[in-house]
């Protein structure tokens, strides 16, 4: 069988109503979903959270409980069963997809009990810089998970476990309190001084037992799921030596390659490079400078066009770039909203999904729409992906040489039968491009598979084309 091109589909949006029957519907989905060509499945996090049936996962209580105890209001999650997870990876498996799992090591939430402890205030702007004398606070830092009665895990976490948190029990104050002879993780992101603290009750990763306990339950979590790899939640709040060495123990302990994609939400290339060589390339990060220019993009009719790749990961270091249009924080109502409007998604589609740079991620609320804002499936994004499975191949050439009109060609394989295509961009009036796409293509006849120009074209002698465009929109060339 063929090899083809990867891609990621991020199977969740913030306001999605499942009816905590996700995992059943992935498991359904798991054929066509191949079909279409993605490789690889995002899960959003699987274990029980603060919020109980209508928890989307980032408030974590007990990363042991898949769904299987009566925690929080509830045995399922939002999502499912734990068998019903486990089920739907073994689907995947089937169909040749990978699982990805949700990781939220960074903090927890919804504590079984309050402790009474020393801590003092520090300012929101600026962590390093204590506001207040030591006072005794009251924190939500004691899980001992009841319900569970130590199952898979006698670990039971206190104060100690911690180095802060953002709320005082005993004056209901929100604040954020750093406690005693406690010191933020170092190489974290420098906004806000220290960007250790993020929310909930704050892992603290200088602590040993709090390090074996996270590795303990990735090997755990490794073997009860079968999973084939991590997306991991806000690492730029985490020191980058602590995942840098749990994901080499767990693909040591494991034997697996286990992919893993970082979210290090910051819009500054640099420091994502930072980031790179601090974990010694052991982990990939989402691009988000991408993603900012291709929402700046579509904000600004006259944005230049042919540096929307300038200061981006996949352009600087492709092997390293999974690249996204948008996601759960980016759509509208979401805390990063950033959405990127509906008439550029589906060039900025065919800019992370018809490249050979990069390591595209399809998410959910455009592959599917987001009822809750009456939002759309994005227009032609099957077809985006089955020409990827089946059409961008081959050698590269790009125009990317004129503000309003960018273009490239991919010459197609052997190995992919009929393989090839050219794609021409405008964020402005109709154009056309001539083009190289390949000696081999002569006097063929090509047309624009999105439908968007009726006309033919003809590839020249010399494998040039004029390939045309219409106004604010993308076409993708094919041959009949």
């Avoid at 898949?66 to 498996?93: A, P, R």
């Avoid at 980058?240 to 992919?259: A, G, H, P, V």
Wanted: hydrophobic fraction near 35%; aromatic fraction near 14%; charged fraction near 25%.
């Amino acid at each position: 069988m063929e090899k083809i091109n990867g891609t990621i589909i991020q199977y969740f949006e913030w306001y999605m109503d499942c009816n905590q029957n996700l995992w059943n519907i992935i498991k359904n989905d798991a054929n066509n979903l191949a079909h279409m060509g993605y490789t690889a499945v995002w899960l959003p996090p699987a274990y029980k959270g603060i919020g109980g049936k209508s928890e989307v996962g980032y408030g974590v209580y007990d990363v042991y409980d898949l769904g299987e105890f009566n925690q929080k209001g509830t045995v399922k999650t939002k999502y499912g069963s734990k068998d019903e997870y486990i089920n739907c990876i073994s689907e995947l498996k089937k169909n040749n997809i990978q699982s990805y799992a949700d990781i939220v090591l960074n903090h927890k939430m919804g504590a079984d009990k309050i402790q009474t402890i020393p801590a003092c205030k520090v300012e929101w702007n600026n962590h390093n810089s204590n506001n207040s004398t030591e006072e005794f606070v009251k924190v939500a830092t004691k899980f001992t998970f009841p319900a569970r009665h130590h199952k898979y895990s006698t670990f039971e976490w206190n104060w100690t476990h911690f180095d802060g948190i953002d709320y005082n029990e005993a004056t209901k104050e929100n604040a954020i309190f750093k406690f005693k002879d406690k010191t933020w993780d170092e190489s974290v992101d420098e906004e806000n001084g220290n960007y250790d603290y993020l929310i909930g009750a704050d892992l603290d990763f200088s602590n040993k037992q709090v390090v074996n306990e996270c590795k303990n339950w990735g090997e755990w979590y490794l073997d009860i799921t079968n999973i084939d790899g991590f997306r991991l939640d806000a690492v730029k709040h985490i020191g980058s030596e602590f995942y840098k060495d749990w994901i080499k123990y767990l693909r040591e302990t494991t034997n697996k390659q286990l992919f893993t994609v970082g979210e290090y939400w910051n819009g500054d290339i640099e420091k994502l490079h930072k980031y790179i060589t601090e974990t010694e390339g052991e982990i990939s990060l989402f691009d988000v400078p991408l993603h900012y220019n291709l929402y700046a993009a579509s904000k600004d009719e006259n944005y230049d066009l042919s540096k929307i790749l300038d200061h981006t990961l996949v352009k600087e270091n492709p092997c390293k770039a999974v690249t996204f249009v948008d996601n759960h924080d980016t759509q509208p109502g979401q805390s990063l909203e950033s959405f990127v409007e509906d008439w550029f998604k589906t060039s900025a589609y065919s800019l992370i999904l018809l490249r050979n740079e990069g390591y595209p991620c399809v998410f959910y609320g455009d592959y599917k729409g987001i009822p809750h804002n009456d939002i759309k499936a994005v227009n032609g994004i099957n077809k985006l992906m089955l020409l990827r499975k089946n059409k961008a191949y081959g050698e590269q050439y790009d125009y990317f040489d004129n503000n309003n009109f960018i273009g490239w060609t991919r010459r197609g394989t052997k190995e992919h039968k009929n393989s090839g295509l050219a794609v021409v961009i405008s964020n402005a009036g109709y154009g056309e491009k001539r083009m190289y796409i390949g000696e081999e293509f002569a006097n063929k006849v090509f047309i624009d598979c999105i439908g968007n120009c009726k006309e033919e074209v003809i590839v020249d002698n010399d494998g040039c084309a004029n390939f045309k465009v219409m106004e604010k929109s993308v076409s993708v060339w094919i041959k009949k």
